[in-house]
Each structure stands twice: as structure tokens, then as C-alpha cells.
């Protein structure tokens, strides 16, 4: 997300001997230590676009989720080499063209075992599914954020080993004239819950969107080209879907230092959705200089959308730094590192350990399973080194 520092030869080569050896032996952590929850609140909007998003599904339809695949036109591949850490499960990496895009990075992750659990072995709309989140630079060499994507992978033996990217957006003009924008949030976290799609913002909380309301484009025009070329035609950089925003969750606080949203993920066990920071304990630029935070939020009951207002259900000061990925499930919580390569995990009761993690590792997300272990969902963002993995959770918890 933020360290694209390579791994050392001496690293990998002790990282691929643990792995081959069938265990990597967890190490004794510092804790975090609680917060005051209330301090911590949410707005939610999830109809501020309403008007207009009718207004573009009348002009240019929609197209649910099983289409978006059947017409999936990117393929998946087997890493060449393993994921160097202990436990893994099932990995890929993204095409050639992807994995080697030094304008495009992977940032979050969540799957559709988070958007309807378990049921019918995690399917929505019919499939198995893998969500990635990227923002797009200016340039190899320019870090300036133009646009935010989605890839969709099939993870089911059902399909085709194949993905489909589609093109974040957000709605603008008017009701008779209805177009859309880039989105140019760094998209650090992402969770999928119901049909709704939430997207950090860093500074502001999280962009919502709704699965069920992919818009269909035309893909010709130029690279460049986004939005209304006329009554009937939209383009979208050659994109053939676009996922238009439908609401905004505002974070807010009493705490001197507002929330960084660096990364999100989603807790079915408990309903809620949590975030941590992304920050450093000296020298950075960009980013925070103090410790960083993490905070629950609960869904409001029976739903998959935030209350109007929503306050915290739990706050923790963290004792690790530059946090790319946080998880929770059922007072459990994992943090990965990009500073030291490590996946924190901490329980109240049992306490805190570290484990060997990977270089450039980004989100975390934890796969329910109902007869089979439970896995953690985790990527690397570094340019040619793009592994999408999952690890039995057992096995980093303490």
C-alpha cells in the first residue's frame, strides 16, 4: 500500500526453509490497549445519489453480477513460485499485464463468503467470488491517484479460472442529463456485505456502492474518455462495467486526531465492520507520526447498511506500525505490517503474537467456512510480485 521494499535474499531464502519445514513459530507481542469507543462516530447516507443512479440505469441498463463474469475477460494464474509464508491454502496471481502495471495497485479484499456467508458454499449471484480493490497513478513515476477499479475472480472449480475489472464511479450531472466521474479514492480496504459494497476513503469514512446496480458502457473511445459522449453513449476508459457510488459513511470523533481509514474489513461473527490506520512512529511525510488505531463499527440490526448515526462498539490503540491490513472475527484481530513483514494477532484473552509475514502484503479478510477450516484472505501490491493468497487462520491465532 505504502512500502514497496523488496525482500531480502537472505529473507526469502529463511522464509521458503520455514515454509518447506511446515511451521513458522509465532513470537510473544505487545498489546493494544482500549480507547473510548464513544469518541468514535458514523453518518450514513446510502440515497444521495438516487435521482441520478436512476437516471443512468434507465439510459444505460445493468448487468448483475453473473453476466459480469460470464463475460470475464482476464485469466487468473498459479504464482510461480510459492507464497513464502506458512499455511497456505490456495494462491493466484492476476494476468501478466496486471501483475506487472506499475500504475495500477491491489489494495483490499474481501470475497462473497463476506457479502452472504457460508450459505450455498459462499456463492452470490451463483458464484464464488474474490473482490480486489486498485487505484490507478498518474504514472509509473507520478503518485498521483486518477481512478479506482474493482476485479472480480471466479474462485470455484464451477468456472473458468477467470476475472473481470470494473470501473468505480461516481454519479454526477442531473436527472435529464445524468453522467458520472473517477473515483480517485486509494480504495486501502474494502468489505462486501449484502449487496453492498464498502470502499475506504481516507479521510472521509467510506464510499458505499450496491452489486445489484452495475452499469453496462460502451468500451470503445479512447483511454482517456470517461462519462456522457451523447444522449446515448457513455464511455469509461474502455471499461465495459462501471460500479456507480450510491452512498457515503462519514466517519467523525471527538478524539483530537481524526480516523485514518487505511483499511477495513468486515466481521460477520459480530455484525460490525472495522478499520485501523495506517502510520508511522517517526519520519513520514504522508502519513500520521503517532500510534495508530483500529475501531469497530455495528451494522444496525438485522441489516447490511450503518444506522444514520452509528457510534463505536470498541476503539484500541495499537503498539505496530504502518498497518496495511487489519481483520476482527469474534474478539479475534490480525494486523500485517509492511514495516517489519509481520501479522500481528491479538485476543484480550490470550494476548498478543507476531508471525513471518510477506513483503507489500495489503488487506486482510476472513473466510467463514462451515466444514472446512477458516482462512484469512490476504495480496501483495508489489509490481511483478502480485500474489492473491489464503492461509488457515489456525494457525495465526495464537
Known amino acids: 500500500m505504502r512500502s514497496h521494499r523488496r525482500t531480502t535474499i537472505a529473507g526469502a531464502v529463511l522464509a521458503i526453509g520455514l515454509l518447506l519445514a511446515g511451521s513458522v513459530p509465532a513470537t510473544a507481542a505487545a498489546g493494544p490497549t482500549t480507547l473510548p469507543a464513544n469518541q468514535f462516530t458514523l453518518s450514513a447516507d446510502y440515497h444521495r445519489f438516487d435521482a441520478v443512479n436512476s437516471a443512468l440505469v434507465s439510459t444505460l441498463g445493468t448487468a448483475p453480477v453473473h453476466t459480469v463474469m ?31 502495471d506499475c ?55 464451477t468456472y473458468p479460472d477467470k476475472y473481470r475489472k470494473v470501473l468505480l464511479v461516481e454519479p454526477t450531472g442531473s436527472t435529464s442529463t ?57 464511455y ?16 467523525n470523533t471527538t478524539a483530537e486526531d481524526k480516523l485514518v481509514w487505511s483499511s477495513i474489513s468486515l466481521d460477520r461473527a459480530t455484525k460490525s465492520l472495522v478499520m485501523n490506520e495506517y502510520t508511522c512512529k517517526s519520519g513520514c511525510r504522508d502519513y500520521p507520526n503517532r500510534a495508530p488505531r483500529a475501531v469497530r463499527f455495528p451494522f444496525a ?29 469474534n474478539g479475534r484481530w ?19 503474537k507476531s508471525y513471518p ?21 490476504s495480496l501483495q501490491e508489489g509490481v511483478g510480485n502480485r500474489n492473491v493468497f489464503a492461509v488457515g487462520q489456525a494457525g495465526y491465532s495464537g
Open 70 to 100: 460470464d463475460n470475464a475477460n482476464h485469466s487468473r494464474k498459479k504464482p510461480p513460485q510459492p507464497v513464502p509464508i506458512s499455511g497456505v491454502t490456495g494462491s493466484f496471481q492476476f494476468d501478466d499485464t496486471d501483475n506487472k
Open 103 to 157: 500504475t495500477n495497485y491491489p489494495q483490499g479484499i474481501t470475497t462473497s463468503r463476506d457479502a452472504v456467508g457460508t450459505a450455498d458454499n459462499g456463492t452470490y449471484d451463483g458464484h464464488q467470488l474474490v473482490l480486489v480493490s486498485w487505484y490507478t497513478r498518474a504514472s509509473c513515476t507520478d503518485k498521483t491517484q486518477t481512478r479506482s477499479r474493482t476485479t472480480l475472480v471466479d474462485w470455484d472449480a
Open 178 to 234: 445524468p453522467d458520472f466521474r473517477d473515483i480517485t479514492v486509494h480504495a486501502g480496504g474494502v468489505a462486501w456485505y449484502g449487496n453492498y459494497l464498502y470502499v475506504a476513503d481516507t479521510g472521509r469514512g467510506m464510499r458505499v456502492f450496491d452489486l445489484r446496480k452495475i452499469l453496462k458502457t460502451d468500451p470503445g473511445g479512447n483511454p482517456g474518455q470517461i462519462g456522457r459522449q451523447s444522449a446515448t453513449t457513455y
Open 236 to 251: 469509461a476508459h474502455n471499461y465495459a462495467y462501471v460500479l456507480p457510488q450510491v452512498g457515503i459513511v462519514t466517519s
Open 301 to 329: 440490526p438485522s441489516s447490511t447498511a450503518f444506522a444514520a448515526n452509528t457510534t463505536a462498539s470498541q476503539a484500541l490503540q495499537l503498539p505496530w506500525y504502518k498497518l496495511n491490513g487489519g481483520a476482527s472475527h
Open 334 to 352: 490480525w494486523f500485517n505490517s509492511s514495516g517489519d513483514h509481520k501479522l500481528y494477532y491479538w485476543a484480550a484473552a490470550t494476548g498478543s
Open 357 to 377: 509475514w510477506v513483503s507489500s502484503g495489503e488487506s486482510i479478510s476472513y473466510w467463514e467456512d462451515e466444514t472446512k477450516p477458516d482462512l484469512l484472505w
